[in-house]
C-alpha cells in the first residue's frame, strides 16, 4: 500500500479534475446531465481510481486501478475536445487541458508498466 497524495500524476489528475470543475461552470445549463456530468465524472474518475488502487495489497490489483484511470483519462481527453468542438471552452483552456491529460495519459501508461 502507498500514499495516493505522494504520487505526481494523482496530484496532476485531482489539479486538472478542479479546473474541469471550474471551465464546466460555464457549460449551457441544458448540458448539466449531458456532457458537463459525463466530463465530469470522467476526469474524477482518474484520481479516484488512482486513489483506490493505491490502497490495494497486491501489485497486479493497483495496476489493473491504474489502467481504469488510463481508460477515463481517454474519455476525458475526448469529451475536452467534443467541448472545444462544441465551442463550450476556448482554444487556450483547451490547449492547455489537453496538454495536461495527455501528461496524465504518458505517466500513468509509464506507472502501469513499471507495477506490472
Known amino acids: 500500500m502507498r500514499n495516493f497524495k ?10 486538472n479534475a478542479l479546473i474541469i470543475y471550474e471551465l464546466t461552470k460555464s457549460f449551457p445549463k441544458e448540458e448539466q ?13 482518474i484520481p479516484t481510481n488512482i486513489a483506490e ?3 490495494k495489497f497486491t501489485q497486479k490489483d493497483f495496476a489493473n486501478f ?3 484511470s488510463l ?3 481517454h474519455e476525458t ?40
Open 6 to 15: 505522494d504520487l505526481i500524476v494523482w496530484k496532476k489528475a485531482h489539479e
Open 33 to 45: 446531465y449531458g456532457i458537463t456530468s459525463q466530463l465530469r465524472r470522467a476526469s474524477v474518475s
Open 53 to 55: 488502487g493505491s490502497g
Open 66 to 68: 491504474l489502467q481504469i
Open 71 to 73: 481508460g477515463s483519462s
Open 77 to 116: 481527453e475526448y469529451l475536452i475536445l467534443l467541448s472545444f468542438d462544441l465551442k463550450y471552452i476556448n482554444e487556450y483552456d483547451y490547449k492547455n487541458l489537453n496538454q495536461s491529460i495527455n501528461e496524465v495519459k504518458a505517466m500513468l501508461i509509464s506507472l502501469i508498466k513499471k507495477v506490472r
